[in-house]
């Protein structure tokens, strides 16, 4: 089973950035789409960005224009790089890999979550 370890998460203050990792344990045999999740506490877990297996990718809303989401196939690593942070930012980031393990096993990993808290 691969394994998602995050790491990249403190504390900044507004107007700050941060840069996520979330590095896989060995390679995924097929991947068909990787994210980014938050959550607060209290609230539900929320789509942030997504990079899909040709390179296209979307973001909400909230993020749009502040936040990009990129892969490095050969570390089998996926990054979140935040920038502009706003205190609604705070919450748990989660990384997300749909895909396959094996030619006939999919896969819904995630990472252990990583703490983003933004306050002055």
């Known amino acids: 089973q691969v394994q998602l370890v995050e790491s990249g998460g403190g504390l900044v203050q507004p107007g700050g950035s941060l840069r996520l990792s979330c590095a896989a344990s060995?390679?995924?045999?097929?991947?068909?789409?990787m994210g980014w999740y938050r959550q607060a506490p209290g609230k539900q877990r929320e789509l942030v960005a997504v990079?899909?297996?040709?390179?296209?990718?979307n973001y909400a809303d909230s993020v749009k224009g502040r936040f990009t989401i990129s892969r490095d196939t050969a570390k089998n690593t996926l990054y979140l790089q935040m920038n502009s942070l706003k205190p609604e930012d705070t919450a748990v980031y989660y990384c997300?890999?749909?895909?396959?393990?094996?030619?006939?096993?999919?896969?819904?990993?995630w990472g252990q979550g990583t703490q983003v808290t933004v306050s002055s």
């Open positions: 997300n890999v749909k895909g396959r393990a094996t030619m006939t096993s999919r896969v819904d990993l």
């Open positions: 060995e390679s995924i045999f097929s991947i068909y789409v």
């Open positions: 990079i899909r297996s040709g390179g296209n990718t």
